[in-house]
């Protein structure tokens, strides 16, 4: 399977086949703990991508990969409850590592949003988020706007405080 090539045109919301999965923890390449991370690593078939213009899913040709690493654990040795909970509601996590002993099913297919990710100089699209199949991007790419009901209440329950956060940090950049 070819790899997506690290392209502005490439980040977005992409419809996946999970074809192959583990999990790893934060090693050093002789083996040794480097620190406590654990991920689980999904290798994907691109089989469809958000069309934001025309808010669809458009299908896409099959043999294009992505790689996505997914943090359960972070360096610390703490639960990353959010991604836990995506990898769960995605269907990929669901009685523990020795899940991804045995091959992932055929049909497993998920939503992943990605992005430019630069490391040691090299730029590689990455997957950030995970969501289920049935997951549809909202009208901002993959993410779902809140209503003007939803931001109504959320100004009349939380709108003074940081108004008055705001106006009490001197140095706060102003817009």
Known sequence: MQQ???????????????????????????????NDSVCVVLQLEACGWWDTAGKKWDEYGSGFGLYGNFYVVT???????????????????TTGFERFDAPPPDDLCVV?????????GKTT??????????????????????????????????GARIRAAVAATPDADRF
């Open 4 to 34: 997506f090539e690290a392209k502005p045109e490439y980040v977005g919301a992409w419809k996946c086949r999970v074809r192959d999965w583990s999990a790893k923890s934060g090693e050093t390449k002789a083996g040794q703990p480097a």
């Open 75 to 93: 360096k610390a040795g703490e639960m990353n409850v959010a991604a836990i909970n995506n990898l769960v509601k995605a269907g990929v996590w």
């Open 112 to 120: 992943v949003e990605t992005k430019l990710d630069t490391y040691n």
């Open 125 to 158: 699209l990455k997957c950030d988020w995970i969501y289920p199949e049935s997951y549809v991007p909202g009208e901002r790419g993959i993410m779902n706007k809140a209503d003007s009901e939803k931001l109504k209440s959320l100004d009349a329950r939380f």
